[in-house]
């Protein structure tokens, strides 16, 4: 069993950083797939983000989001720069234990975090 919680969103202007963080529970956070996706209203849940020992990317947010995490922490980060309106949602952090996988989609995942709120005015 894994417990996560995310911290870090806000309220940003367009052009900013914000950078997420989600703290896990557990002894073996290095064996697991971290990952990021966000919702906004009236939308699906969709990817961000996601970390193994390699990364990938949303086409939407390549080039402006970085995923990193620190094992010694059990902390996966989000650093986002160069927000936009567009990336106004709740941003949820995501375990799974196939560390084999890199998934973009959020069924392969096994724990969720309760989400933490960003937004974007212009």
């Known amino acids: 069993q894994m417990q996560l919680v995310e911290s870090g969103g806000g309220l940003v202007q367009a052009g900013d950083s914000l950078r997420l963080s989600c703290a896990a529970s557990?002894?073996?956070?290095?064996?697991?797939?971290m990952g990021w996706f966000r919702q906004a209203p009236g939308k699906e849940r969709e990817f961000v983000a996601a970390?193994?020992?390699?990364?990938y990317y949303a086409d939407s947010v390549k080039g402006r989001f970085t995923i990193s995490r620190d094992n010694a922490k059990n902390t996966v980060y989000l650093q986002m720069n160069s927000l936009n309106t567009e990336d106004t949602a709740v941003y949820y952090c995501?375990?799974?234990?196939?560390?084999?996988?890199?998934?973009?989609?959020?069924?392969?995942?096994?724990?969720w975090g309760q989400g933490t709120q960003v937004t974007v005015s212009s």
């Open positions: 995501a375990a799974d234990e196939n560390t084999w996988s890199l998934s973009s989609n959020y069924v392969e995942y096994d724990y």
């Open positions: 970390i193994n020992w390699n990364t």
């Open positions: 557990g002894r073996t956070f290095s064996r697991y797939t």
